[in-house]
């Protein structure tokens, strides 16, 4: 065979698709007939644009597809720093700026796009940038050192990036926009208005519906601020114009090629160009007329490109524009019809302002098919919708759960196989399935990294499938955990068991999910616990407001806030005590136990002491028990802060919360310790500057000593963060599960807390706080409000037929001089002479 | 208008509205504590109210529910299940609870002699 001639490939433009292309030709063989020479005008090769904004964190090194400078084929030469400035069809040659000539057989542009800047006046002075590449970003870097105040123009998606990177170089940031509503492509009104308020709460400024005129040019001649259309000026120091990109297609242009109406190399759908030896991919192109800015189409174009040169049949066809990012920690995603537009289409909303979560289903006409959605602040359900969307498999009988906080939804869809997972990889299921069987990886999750909770999911599917499952469903009748029932019970606004049960699960339940659904809508209805339904939910001791003993008779505990206790108030309890003859003991929470009372003596005993001024201790609740406290700055000679009064603040803040477990906590006056506050659920021990915030302590079977949380806070700042903390573990904490065990749980464990509670890093601060202000609002005695209603009394009798009659299985025996229960060795009969009446 | 309640050997107790849904009530039945419930699907079940796990007269308290299609009560003091049908223990199939015959009659709750279970 005589020696093969080898082609030239010559491509323009070292971005993130013009390695793709080179990577793809040099995977699928092309090297082996063809040279390929990349021109980049960028001073370094190829990196992750996407996360561009990383680099300020990671630095140039970590962003770079190619640290080593070059490729390992040989047969790929880089020329890195040189710009090709035109190219000649006739003589198929292109000039570099050098002034050296390369000749080609093919020639591939992948010249991407540049930000557009608006023509306003000042749009060139210092001061001034565009948000591309990583030179853009040292620039900002640089002159934000010197500056306080800052703007993007643009409220799009790169804008909101822009704008995130200046807040996090120290500026004080305002974004412009000129459309009503931020992300005005992506995402819908309520979406734009609900993300607004997540990135306001950082601290930033949004003006939508504003104009730029000019940029203000200050004495020094550098930009000092940006003067709106009917607005009020803004300072700005550093000015980001992100109002849109332009496809790099001069080069084109000027060698005669058709470009597309509204700019991008026109090309067919291999990526051919007007010049049958011309390609474009990326930005820089516009297949059938249309150019997209987004990589995962760009990718797509190289493979075709690649494919087409090696003589296959690839085309692009129009590409998926779908989008999720985290946006300053805001979760946004818009996919499939996002604004439906398809006739007929129906839309579903959930959506909680306080929670700022905003999500939109949209539905075919039939309600068959999942078109599109939006969803703003929690976009963990992207995974599993936007491939529903590709595969068109049909919706379940209740799409609403798609969209529920808990992200069931990702559990219970059985994607087809051939459903796409990674967009920007083109990666399916049924890939990654095959590549986990056969030990291996695939792209998914390596570009965007939208996709990779989903990937994970299917991995971990996939060895489930092969072994262990865990179930963390509650009990047979609900397939959910308690944090999913708290969502779902949130979201529908449920209100009772029935509801509960008939929408989301089966049969008529039991004494595990039963006190767990009673315990939700107490937190989240803050209604009595005997109210309606509820009460054939609670357990025993919740049913009866006391705590059950081992003779079927109950023990109360009035709450005694802090241990504090006047000498009136114990005369009452002594003499409470003695009149109904109850075994009484100092409880090792601080306050004081009477045991014996028979289920009919309850309301009397109850009156009695509400009368005297106490209320219920929640003793047989999971719900706060106690805030212990030593006795403080008052009394002790080391004491430096007054830990008597905080605890019964605390005690009083908290009492009647509903929880998946019992809490406690305790208030120490010094370092000393004596309330042995780090052995309760909140802690707090005071210092000379104020006080310090430990959790996730407790006794019992498997004690935990609570750690530092905060330091040195003020009372107002204790309480937020204490009110955080609680409403956090409410919200998200499995049955059963005490805080030390639930801070374990949570990814990242006690780093996680802290950044939910201290740093609000979830943005969830304020919404946690109103809730509990809701709690603390709406407390009332549970004691009081049983004794004042008829109805609720009614339950109160030893037997329905005969309240008169107290139950003969309740025997006494007299122990160091009180009663103490005996036990009784079978049923006992009062024989059949009880006369009873027609009720 | 005439049933077919034998009135001597059938106690009247209560109206059933004194008995909530998926709730129960303690009776003294010829001096005995039986404990009644009533079940979501209607229906009215009679059993003795002594817990034999715990030795306490309780179960009337107990939370109410199924298990798979089996009505139950489960003690309120440790939990043990009870089929409300047959007061056979669920968790323990040497333990049985004795049960009563109970009916309905114009909106009283009758309760009957003990049942016979294979
Ligand atoms: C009365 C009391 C013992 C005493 O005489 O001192 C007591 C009595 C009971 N404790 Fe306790 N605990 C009492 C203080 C404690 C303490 C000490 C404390 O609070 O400082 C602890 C260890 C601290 C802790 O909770 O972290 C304690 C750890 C437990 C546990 C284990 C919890 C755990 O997370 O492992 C249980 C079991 C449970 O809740 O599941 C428990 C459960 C119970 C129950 C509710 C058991 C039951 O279901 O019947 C007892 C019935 C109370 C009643 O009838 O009134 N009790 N229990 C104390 C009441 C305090 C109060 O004023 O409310
Ligand atoms: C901050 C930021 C965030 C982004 N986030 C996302 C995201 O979340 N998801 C998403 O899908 N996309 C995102 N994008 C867009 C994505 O980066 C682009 O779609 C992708 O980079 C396009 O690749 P490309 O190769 O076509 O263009 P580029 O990556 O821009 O590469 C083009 C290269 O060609 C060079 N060049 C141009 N003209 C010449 C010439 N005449 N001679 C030599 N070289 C030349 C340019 O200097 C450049 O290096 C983001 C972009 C930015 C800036
Ligand atoms: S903890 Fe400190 S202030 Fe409180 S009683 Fe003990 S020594 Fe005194
Ligand atoms: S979808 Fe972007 S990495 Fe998979």
Known sequence: MSPQYRKKIVVVGHGMVGH?????????????????????????????????????EVGAEALSFLPEGEYDDPRVRLVLGTEVEGFDPETRTVLLDGGEVVQYDELVLATGAAPFVP????HDLPG???????????????????????AVIGGGLLGLEAANALRQLGLETHVVEMAPRLMAVQVDDAGGATLARHIESLGLSVHTNAM????????????????????????????????????????????????????????????????????????????????????????????????????????????DMST???????????????FATTPGALELVYSDAVAGVYKKLVISEDGTRLLGGVLVGDASAYGVLRPMVASGIALPDNPEDLILPAGRGAADIGLPDEAQVCSCNDVSKGDIVAAAAAGETTRAGSTCGSCKVQTKKIIEDYYASQGQEVDRSICEHFPLTRQELFDVVAVH????????????????????????????????????????????????????????????????????????????????IGEVARDFGLYTKITGGQRIDLFGARMEQLPEIWRRLVDAGFESGH?????????????????????????VQLAIDLELRYRGLRSPHKLKGGVSGCARECAEARAKDFGVIATEQGWNLYVGGNGGATPAHARLLAGDLDRETLIRYLDRYLMYYIRTADRLQRTAPWIDSLDGGLDRVREVVVDDALGLGSELEAAMARHVDTYFDEWKATIDDPEKLERFVSFVNAPDVPDPHISFRDERGQIAPEDSSGPVSLGTTIPVGAP | MTTSTDRSTYTAVCRLDQIEVEGGVTALVDGAAVAIFRTHDGNVYAMSNYDPCSRASVLARGIVGTRGDVPFVASPMHKQAFDLRTGQCLDDADVRVPTFDVRVDDGIVLVGPPQEHP
């Open chain 1, 119 to 122: 023509p306003v006046p000042g």
């Open chain 1, 493 to 572: 606004g449920h209100r009772s068991f029935d509801q509960v049960v008939e929408a989301h699960g089966t049969g008529r339940g039991c004494d595990v999910c039963k006190p767990v659904i009673a315990s939700i809508l107490a937190s989240q209805l803050n209604g009595h616990v005997l109210e309606g339904d509820r009460r054939t939910l609670q357990d025993t001791n919740d049913a009866y407001l006391a705590n059950i003993q081992r003779n079927g008779t109950y023990s109360v505990v009035p709450r005694i806030p802090g241990g504090e206790i006047t000498p009136d108030k114990l005369i009452v």
């Open chain 1, 20 to 56: 793709r292309f080179v990577q793809a030709a040099v995977e699928r063989g092309l090297t082996e007939t063809h040279d390929i020479v990349v021109v980049g005008e960028e001073p370094r090769p190829a990196y992750d644009r996407v996360v561009l904004t990383s680099f300020f």
């Open chain 1, 324 to 338: 999720k990012l985290k946006l300053m920690g805001v979760d946004v995603a818009s996919f499939g019809d996002a």
């Open chain 1, 212 to 319: 730029t005129s000019a940029v203000v040019e200050g004495a020094d001649g550098r930009a000092v601020g940006l003067a709106l259309k009917e607005a009020a000026t803004i300072p700005a120091e550093v000015v980001v114009f992100s109002a849109g990109i332009r496809p790099r297609d001069a080069l084109a242009r000027a060698a005669g090629l058709d470009l597309a109406e509204r700019g991008g190399v026109l090309v067919d759908e291999q990526g051919r160009s007007s010049d049958p030896h011309v390609w474009a991919i990326g930005e820089c192109a516009a297949p059938g007329g249309r150019m997209y800015g987004l990589v995962a189409p760009g990718y797509a174009m190289a493979e075709v490109a690649v494919d087409a040169m090696l003589g296959g049949p690839g085309a692009f066809t129009g590409a």
């Open chain 1, 619 to 643: 003793a047989y609740g999971k719900a706060l028990r106690t805030v212990k406290s030593c006795v403080g700055s008052t009394w002790c000679r080391y004491g430096v802060q007054d830990s």
């Open chain 1, 128 to 150: 001034c940038f565009v948000y591309r590449t990583i030179e853009d970003l040292e620039a900002i870097r640089e002159a934000a050192a010197g500056a306080s105040v800052g």
